[in-house]
């Protein structure tokens, strides 16, 4: 063995230690942002969960499960458990599918597809406010624009926030015109990303429309309909804005939420040991569902 086989392979632990150092100084900032700002306040969070503190005084008494007993037993947070499941089921089914099909209509289209890109993304660009007091107009029980168009063809208006059994419905259709664009932009790119001569092998084979969409875009779009079905899914569980500015959890907590629960326990009630608990648990089940999600979508890729 020479002294020039030998150098080689130094050289090249060199070049890939040299690789890692610079990897993980462009990593250290963004890990110690993580950090500082996503596991510390969780850590603080369990912890205070243990705890009855009242945002206020100095003493922070140790309560032990004594606050996970108060959340088991309180049933505003399992209602806007429940609630949040179906803003989640409703956010993945029906807004993916909205942005999915407006992506492949938008994707056939050859003059004006800048425009219709802009317009069905602008929704996304609103504030959660804007949307909230816009709709809130639009929804309105007496002068509502909605029920005033339904008065033009004979049809009886509703208080459409304000009916137990309409408001969660009308907040999750709410949710998903605010939230499509982003879906809708990311299917395109991706739909224009497709190989023109996958569709063209399918033409030589006879392939209708629904063959095309099943055996080429389909499978081609997996990538990105994993992303977008996760961030949609994560999107829908935190909602919150959309829920206090259009019916604050009401009526009589039918549109309640997680999140508008825990803000309320800690800002209205001044219970931050309970809160710090529904955070755990909320957060803790949203850590689950994403790491179930990411391995799905890993299982895929390798079939």
Known sequence: MTTRSLAVPASRRGHALRRNVIGWAFLGPAIALVGVFTITPFAQAILLSFQSWDGVSPDTPWVGLDNYAFVASDPVFWASMRNVVFFGVVGFVAGNGVALVMALAVNTVVRGRTF???????PGVLSVVVVGLLFSFILAPGSGVLNRLLALVGVAGQ???????VALPVVAAVFVWFHWGFGFLLFLAGLQDIPKELYEAADLDGANRWSKFRFVTWPQLAPVTSIVSLLTLLAALQIFGTVQVLTNGGPGHHTMVPTLAIYN????NWRYGSAAAMSVIFGGALVLLSVLQLAITRRRSRI
């Open 159 to 165: 208080n459409w926030l304000g009916d137990p059994d």
């Open 265 to 268: 326990e800690a800002f209205v």
């Open 116 to 122: 219709f890109r802009t317009v069905f993304y602008l």
